[in-house]
């Protein structure tokens, strides 16, 4: 897991650590020292720790007049153990939110499980941002990922499937990802099951 890094081809269009309205400005990365750890594999220094244990992220581009955001992650999702969705809530996606950014584009091909347990805060980011014509949406979620995601329901709050696995998204601009995703879900108002 250590040598996969996260996409880095958008770096001339956007840097989380040089943005000042991104939760993670100002952060310094140790090329040369691994430190960071899904259970007993390191991860590339790249990626971003927000507090939890078994997941970390990546801002790969914000567009505050456009409101959105892509964010790419590895690891584990548990929200058995750790409530992974809500310290990703309160550490980056509230601080994203209260930059103007209320749709959510998340590519998850690295996710390598999911562990769901309630649909509470998924609920109460729902609420947070569909109110005001956001939504989110997973992109390349693997089978046994979207398995479990829909066995706990949280599917009412995300788009995810099929249509949503097949966009070849490292080959296109950010802008041209969003409207991709818009056009696929015929709007990004509401968010609701497929």
């Known amino acids: 897991m250590h040598d996969i890094e ?7 269009r956007y840097v989380a650590s040089e943005d000042e309205r991104s939760p993670f400005y100002g952060r310094e990365y140790n090329e ?17 720790e ?4 078994t997941l970390y992220s990546k801002i790969l581009y914000c567009d505050y007049d ?12 548990n929200d058995c153990l750790s409530n992974d969705v809500m310290i990703l ?5 509230n601080r994203l939110i209260d930059q103007s950014i209320n749709k959510f584009i998340l590519l998850c091909d690295n996710l390598m499980n999911f562990h769901g347990d309630d649909d509470c805060y998924y609920e109460e ?28 329901f949280i599917d009412q709050y995300v ?6 696995n097949n966009i070849h998204w490292r080959s296109i601009t950010p802008i041209t990802l969003f409207d991709t ?14």
């Open 159 to 164: 788009n995810l499937g099929e249509s949503f």
């Open 125 to 152: 980011r729902f609420g947070d941002i569909g109110d005001e014509g956001g939504g989110s949406c997973m992109l390349d979620t693997r089978e046994h990922v979207e398995e479990e995601i829909r066995a706990t």
């Open 50 to 53: 927000f507090g939890s244990a």
């Open 181 to 194: 995703v818009c056009d696929r879900i015929g709007s990004m108002i509401r968010m609701l099951p497929n």
């Open 6 to 12: 996260p996409y880095f081809k958008w770096r001339d």
């Open 89 to 93: 809530k309160q550490n980056v996606i």
């Open 66 to 77: 456009e409101g959105y955001a892509i964010l790419e992650f590895i690891g584990e999702w």
């Open 32 to 48: 040369f020292q691994f430190h960071q750890k899904v259970y007993n594999y390191y991860i590339h220094p790249q990626w971003d």
